[in-house]
C-alpha cells in the first residue's frame, strides 16, 4: 500500500541551528515526491519537489531535500532556521508516470516550533 | 496567475444543513482536486477532475458528498445533511494536467468548515 510515514509529530530547534525533518514512503513505483509548508488556518505552499534526476533538490526559503531510494526516504533541512519558519510540514508522494491521477497521499505532518 | 481560491473561506452550519463550496483553479489548470484534512491530519484525497470529467473519487467521499466542474472550470463541492465529523478543512487545488510529465498540485486557502 502507498503511504508516508513522518516519525516525527512536533519538533523544536532554536533561531540558527540546522534543521532536518525525516519522511520515509512506501510506494510501488518511482515515486514523485513533495514537501509542503502549511500556516496555522492557511492551505499549503509547495516547498520543492523531486521527479527525476539529481537526488539533492533545492527549494524556496532556503530548503532543500535529498531523494535516498535505498531508504526510501525524501528528508527535507535548512542548514540555518528563523523564526518565520515556524508552521506545520507535510510530505506527499504521489504521481504514476503517465497516469491518469495524479493524488497525493499525505504524511501526518510535523509541527516545528522555533525557540529564540 | 492569481493561484487557486476557494470561497468562503469559513463556513459554520448546524448539523443536517446542506453547505456548498467552491473553488476557482488557477487559469489553464486542467485537472483539479478535493482534499480533506482533519485536525492534526495531513490531508486526505477526495476526488480529482480532469476539465469537467471527475476521473477519481475516494472511498471518504459518502453519498451525502458531491462535486462538479461543470465547465472545466470553477468546481463546486456539496455536503448534505452534514454531520459534526465533516467538520473540517476543505482544501482545492489544480495543476496543468496530461502531458505534464512534472505535474505539480497548487492548493488554494482552504475552506474550514465547522459543524455545530
Known amino acids: 500500500a502507498q503511504s508516508v510515514t513522518q516519525p516525527d509529530i512536533h519538533i523544536t530547534v532554536s533561531e540558527g541551528a540546522s534543521l532536518e525533518l525525516r519522511c520515509n514512503y512506501s510506494?510501488?513505483?518511482?515515486?514523485?515526491l513533495f514537501w509542503y509548508v502549511q500556516s496555522p488556518g492557511q492551505g499549503l505552499q509547495l516547498l520543492l519537489k523531486y521527479f527525476s534526476g539529481d537526488t539533492l533538490v533545492q527549494g524556496i526559503k532556503g530548503f532543500e531535500a535529498e531523494f535516498k531510494r535505498s531508504q526510501s526516504s525524501f528528508n527535507l533541512r535548512k542548514p540555518s532556521v528563523h523564526w518565520s519558519d515556524a508552521a506545520e510540514y507535510f510530505c506527499?508522494?504521489?504521481?504514476?508516470?503517465?497516469?491518469?491521477?495524479?493524488?497525493?497521499?499525505f504524511g501526518t505532518g510535523t509541527l516545528l516550533a522555533i525557540q529564540p | 496567475d492569481t493561484g487557486v481560491s476557494q470561497d468562503p473561506r469559513h463556513k459554520i452550519t448546524k448539523r443536517g444543513q446542506n453547505v456548498t463550496f467552491r473553488c476557482d483553479p488557477i487559469?489553464?489548470?486542467?485537472?483539479l482536486y478535493w482534499y480533506r484534512q482533519t485536525l492534526g491530519q495531513g490531508p486526505e484525497f477526495l476526488t480529482y477532475f480532469q476539465n469537467e470529467a471527475q476521473l477519481e473519487k475516494s472511498r471518504l467521499l459518502s453519498d451525502r458528498f458531491s462535486a462538479e466542474r461543470p465547465k472545466g472550470s470553477f468546481s463546486t463541492l456539496e455536503i448534505q445533511r452534514t454531520e459534526q465529523g465533516d467538520s473540517a478543512m476543505y482544501l482545492c487545488?489544480?495543476?496543468?494536467?496530461?502531458?505534464?510529465?512534472?505535474?505539480?498540485?497548487?492548493f488554494g486557502p482552504g475552506t474550514r468548515l465547522t459543524v455545530l
Open positions: 510506494y510501488g513505483a518511482t515515486p514523485y
Open positions: 506527499a508522494v504521489g504521481g504514476r508516470r503517465g497516469g491518469a491521477t495524479n493524488k497525493l497521499i
Open positions: 487559469s489553464e489548470h486542467n485537472r
Open positions: 487545488a489544480s495543476s496543468l494536467g496530461a502531458g505534464q510529465s512534472t505535474d505539480t498540485q497548487y
